[in-house]
T-cell receptor, first 111, second 114 residues
Framework: SQQGEEDPQALSIQEGENATMNCSYKTSINNLQWYRQNSGRGLVHLILIRSNEREKHSGRLRVTLDTSKKSSSLLITASRAADTASYFCATDAYSNYQLIWGAGTKLIIKP | NAGVTQTPKFQVLKTGQSMTLQCAQDMNHEYMSWYRQDPGMGLRLIHYSVGAGITDQGEVPNGYNVSRSTTEDFPLRLLSAAPSQTSVYFC?????????????FGEGSWLTVV
């Protein structure tokens, strides 16, 4: 069963706009990670947020975590064409050795 | 620094054939894993290893076999390929198995079973 579920499944915005995608999960976690996957490539780590953190920033990325709602959001500000990719969240609900991955949000940035 | 290297990139197999997907990492990571990625689904863990000589099953281990004789290598064997194993396979590694570590992925192996 899927622990992390991203929402929306697909998102198309104009270059320069902000993109927000969400991840919901079912059980308590220690860590939540976000990854990016360009078409035909492997996944690349973006940011990790721990259960005792509420917000983290990395460049144009902002991640929030609401453990009471069991959800996280990834905000990409001032989007660029190069941000076109699929974005996945992963959580560690069941085991430190087995991350559970969502199905991803496909983000398309229109020039 | 090569990171995680997977071969082959593409492979077509006939039903019943066996093959091995190779994976190597040069970061001295303890933890290595194999995932499969199917359309509309998240990554699903097939097998993982927390160190040389130690392997364990993930969520979808049936039809696959692994071994870890060295820290660097973690091959995935398909014992008797089935069309349901048509997928994209990713090898990944991290410093340890702790969920707070960054995971490094290979570029993927596209497998088609006909």
């Amino acid at each position: 069963s899927q622990q992390g579920e991203e929402d929306p499944q697909a998102l198309s915005i104009q270059e320069g706009e902000n993109a927000t995608m969400n991840c919901s999960y079912k059980t308590s976690i220690n860590n939540l990670q976000w990854y990016r996957q360009n078409s035909g490539r492997g996944l690349v780590h973006l940011i990790l947020i721990r259960s005792n953190e509420r917000e983290k920033h990395s460049g144009r990325l902002r991640v929030t975590l609401d453990t009471s709602k069991k959800s996280s959001s990834l905000l990409i500000t001032a989007s660029r064409a190069a941000d076109t990719a699929s974005y996945f969240c992963a959580t560690d609900a069941y085991s430190n050795y087995q991350l559970i991955w969502g199905a991803g949000t496909k983000l398309i940035i229109k020039p | 620094n090569a990171g995680v290297t997977q071969t082959p990139k593409f492979q077509v197999l006939k039903t019943g054939q066996s093959m091995t997907l190779q994976c190597a990492q040069d970061m001295n990571h303890e933890y290595m894993s194999w995932y499969r990625q199917d359309p509309g689904m998240g990554l699903r863990l097939i097998h993982y290893s927390v160190g040389a000589g130690i392997t364990d099953q993930g969520e979808v281990p049936n039809g696959y076999n692994v071994s870890r004789s060295t820290t660097e290598d973690f091959p995935l064997r398909l014992l008797s390929a089935a069309p349901s194993q048509t997928s994209v396979y990713f090898c990944a590694s991290s410093r340890t198995g702790y969920s707070g570590n960054t995971i490094y992925f290979g570029e993927g192996s596209w497998l088609t079973v006909v």
